[in-house]
């Protein structure tokens, strides 16, 4: 059983549409995230939500935008997509008590913006 | 916030041959510490972890990494890489404790020659 899936793994669009890509993870976990790799495989992270707070990092365009249905998923929309948003998503989770931070990675979603 | 910083953004060596990458850390508080790897086409997947007690901790396939806080380090080292350890190497840090959002180094990318 994959932990962490996303879909879809390729997504090629055109700028100007918007696109959803799903995640879900299957751990139990209680915090999500969502990172961003660029072509020189630069992780930033984009968001961080768990069921008490979403931690949104203030450089993220506000056309992006995570959404929660229940603990277990975090959908990632975009807005009026542009080429420089075409990269590699991730979707991570970890839990929140115990020792922590350990993220676990899905494999990654790759965006084309044409 | 804190920061992570990996010094050497390519290394190439032979197979057999020691590997070192740097990983230093600003964050004035008690921090988690990671290394994760991705292999090329793949997603991350956690190397090795350090959390407390003994600095120096071992990783899956040979790795292994000292936590020196007196430098704000935690150096990733592997006495015989192979071949199969092409890949990028992330460096990741989290502050114990609280709402926080793990930060990772820019990577290293690593290529073993046969």
């Known amino acids: 059983d994959t932990a962490v899936s996303q879909t879809p793994k390729y997504l090629v669009t055109q700028m100007g549409n918007d696109k959803s890509i799903k995640c879900e993870q299957n751990?139990?976990?209680?915090?999500m995230y969502w990172y961003k790799q660029d072509s020189k495989k630069f992780l930033k992270i984009m968001f961080s939500?768990?069921?008490?707070?979403?931690?949104i990092n203030e450089t993220v365009p506000n056309r992006f935008s995570p959404k929660s249905p229940d603990k277990a998923h975090l959908n990632l929309h975009i807005n009026s997509l542009e080429l420089g948003d075409s990269a590699v998503y991730f979707c991570?989770?970890?839990?929140?008590?115990?020792?922590?931070?350990?993220?676990?990675f899905g494999e990654g979603s790759r965006l084309t913006v044409l | 916030a804190q920061s992570v910083s990996q010094h050497n953004h390519h290394v190439i060596l032979s197979e057999a041959a020691s590997l070192e990458l740097g990983c230093n850390y600003s964050?004035?508080?008690?921090?988690?510490l990671f290394w994760y790897v991705q292999y090329p086409g793949q997603h991350l997947q956690l190397l090795l972890k350090y959390f407390s007690g003994d600095p120096l901790v071992k990783g899956i396939k040979g790795f292994e990494a000292e936590f020196i806080k007196s430098k704000f380090s935690f150096n990733l080292r592997k006495p015989s890489v192979q071949w199969s350890d092409t890949a990028e190497y992330f460096c990741?840090?989290?502050?114990?404790?609280?709402?926080?959002?793990?930060?990772f180094g820019r990577g290293t990318s690593l290529i073993v020659h046969p």
């Open positions: 990741a840090v989290n502050p114990s404790g609280g709402s926080y959002i793990p930060t």
């Open positions: 991570a989770s970890s839990r929140q008590e115990g020792p922590t931070g350990e993220l676990f």
């Open positions: 751990l139990g976990h209680d915090t």
């Open positions: 964050y004035g508080g008690t921090v988690n």
């Open positions: 939500y768990n069921n008490k707070e979403l931690i």
